[in-house]
């Protein structure tokens, strides 16, 4: 799942870099260039890395728990299930592996032939000679996870994780850790006040993104107020929580 991080951090730094370029150009104009879009791209791009690192997160480690390289969660309490069991996939996306299960033995020899050419499969050989490759050709297609992330990656496309509720949901269904709890304890904060943060900093990017960050109370073209303290505040703060999920998981 590093990846997942790794993708988080180049995101986070172009945010950073745009906060920048706002602050450059900020000491070479006047007070009648308004900059302040700068800034708030700055803030809907912020949650977009966050919402962006749990979909990939989750993705990696759903393809990690099917693999058989990180441990399916416990369910929930009044739950039989984990969150990770309870995931549903098309009927479609399974169908190709069942019918190599079904015809295992011409799915085998196509696999020999591939990888070991033709003239291989005209000589004779004991079964201890065959079940290496027999297994191998086993482990590699188990490992061949590409019909099942498309399946994860169609479903969670339809869900935004950025506000905390969202976040958890997302998370269950990889770990069956309290993450609110454990981010709370990590950040020496009470974990009610990190996810109040950070709904206030999602409202504000709703704000930007779903009404032109207008406030209504003004008149006609009046924005609410905006600077490079308080988007810088709120990357720090996201930088933080992510990089602290990240830990925990």
Request: net charge negative.
């Amino acid at each position: 799942m590093q990846s997942a991080i790794d993708q988080f951090r180049i995101s986070i730094q172009r945010v950073r870099d745009l906060i920048s370029l706002h602050n450059s150009i900020k000491v070479q104009s006047t007070s009648a260039l308004d900059l302040s879009d700068i800034l708030r791209a700055a803030l809907v791009l912020t949650v977009s890395a966050l919402d962006y690192y749990i979909h990939e997160v989750v993705v990696l480690g759903m393809l990690e728990i099917y693999r058989g390289q990180r441990s399916e969660p416990n369910p929930s309490r009044n739950t039989s299930k984990s969150a990770f069991s309870r995931f549903k996939v098309s009927l479609g996306g399974a169908s190709q592996e069942r019918q190599i299960a079904l015809d295992i033995a011409n799915w085998l020899e196509t696999e020999i032939q591939k990888n070991y050419g033709s003239e291989f499969l005209q000589q004779s050989y004991n079964l201890s000679q065959l079940l290496p490759m027999i297994s191998n050709s086993m482990i590699n297609r188990l490992n061949n996870t590409s019909w099942l992330e498309a399946e994860i990656r169609e479903t969670l496309s339809y869900q935004s994780f950025q506000q905390p509720d969202k976040i958890a949901d997302a998370i269950r269904l990889i770990s069956d850790k309290k993450l609110w709890d454990e981010v709370g304890n990590n950040m020496n904060k009470p974990a009610k006040d990190i996810k109040q943060q950070l709904t206030l900093i999602v409202d504000r990017r709703n704000k930007i993104a779903h009404e032109a960050d207008i406030d209504p109370t003004y008149n006609i073209g009046n924005r609410w107020p905006i600077d490079e303290i308080l988007v810088s505040e709120t990357v720090d703060f996201i930088e933080e929580v992510v990089e602290n999920i990240h830990q925990i998981l």
